[in-house]
């Protein structure tokens, strides 16, 4: 069953309890069981469904849960719906291991090299952010507006420690060498990134109301789906209440990249967005400075001095090149956004 399904996604499949008990806590009739990514789909007699194994903690689960309901109710019904056991619940539990079920959305994924699917994800993401407009929730649940500027500084300190790694070891590797030739570049620009949004109207923003929503905080091409030249939203799983230009930042960083940091790419994003939404100087401002954080090369650092990801040694230096090849071009991207503010 498993056998055209990538590595890393194997490993994660593995972990599923696929017992019969499961199913037949739900409304419906399996007939099929198929990997794809980290899910498996359900075929049954009720329509096509994904099956997802949980990581995260019931209250979590149902921030999303409230999230998603809030989203429908507010009349965007391009995300996915959970399916509710016999009970109504939205999660089972089997072996300790916390599932739920979700209807499929038949759609191909976006490819964001595709200026068409760029500019249809970015109408969709409009839309949906109205949607998530005044969303909230009881507690601190993933509620992060306002903690930009700390996190960043947090970040800044966390390269200072990774450089310190590097140099003190006694072998040093290609990626260690080509992390300590560019650690310094990047370690200013998160002092400019951090500078900026000190000048901007960042927490200004972040006391008015109407500036935070639920963002979705994982653009990924394969989070939006295309269906009949319309954009449908996949997996809330790392969704947060926070500035909108927070879901811009993480947007524009996936599609840029696909471009070799091609400044129309953005315009067209910022265009067919605000054909739906808005954005104001003062966002531009504080999307200017979360977008000159070097957020690829802090990911790919973090990942391999702090080991969080099982991937072999070549696989941490080829993603840590190709990430550092854009380095001259996301410089001049950065150059014509602020100047087009």
């Known amino acids: 069953m498993l056998q055209n399904v990538k590595i890393r996604d194997k490993k994660e499949l593995v972990k599923y309890n696929l017992c019969v008990n499961i199913f037949k806590r739900f409304n419906f009739k399996v007939e099929d069981v198929i990997p794809v990514r980290k899910v498996f789909i359900l075929i049954t007699d009720q329509g096509n469904k994904i ?32 399916t509710l056991t016999k009970d109504n619940k939205i999660y089972t539990i089997c072996n300790k291991d916390l599932y739920c079920v979700m209807d499929l959305i038949e759609g191909r994924e976006s490819e964001y090299s595709n200026p068409i699917d760029i500019a249809i994800a970015s109408q969709g993401l409009g839309e949906l952010h ?29 390269m200072e420690l990774f450089k310190n ?25 998160i002092k400019d990134s951090i500078n900026i949004l000190e000048k901007s109207s960042f927490y ?25 030249d319309k954009s449908y ?74 080991r969080t990801k099982e991937w072999e040694y070549k696989v941490f230096l080829q993603r840590l090149i190709k990430k550092n090849e854009f380095k001259e071009d996301k410089e001049e991207f950065l150059k014509k956004f602020k100047d087009n503010i």
């Open 51 to 82: 099956l997802k194994k949980i990581n995260y903690d019931i209250d979590e689960l149902e921030f999303i849960y409230a999230g998603i309901k809030y989203i429908r109710n507010n009349g965007f019904d391009r995300v996915f719906e959970y």
């Open 130 to 158: 109205k949607a998530c407009e005044g969303f909230r929730y009881n507690g601190k649940t993933r509620c992060v507006y306002g903690n930009t500027i700390d996190s960043f500084k947090r970040k800044l300190y966390e």
């Open 165 to 189: 790694i590097a140099s003190l070891s006694e072998k040093k590797s290609e990626f260690d060498d080509i992390f300590l030739d560019n650690v310094d570049y990047y370690k200013d620009k």
């Open 204 to 228: 200004k923003l972040c006391s008015q109301e109407d500036k935070k929503i639920l963002c979705h905080h994982d653009l990924a091409h394969h989070n939006i789906l295309i269906k009949e």
């Open 233 to 306: 939203f996949v997996d809330f799983d790392y969704c947060i209440i926070d500035l909108k230009v927070h879901d811009l930042c993480n947007f524009i960083n996936k599609a840029e990249k696909k471009s070799a940091y091609d400044i129309e790419f953005t315009n067209t994003i910022i265009e067919n967005y605000c054909m739906y939404n808005e954005l104001n100087k003062k966002e531009l401002e504080v999307l200017y400075g979360m977008l000159t954080f070097p957020q690829d090369f802090y990911t790919i650092s973090k990942q391999y001095y702090t």
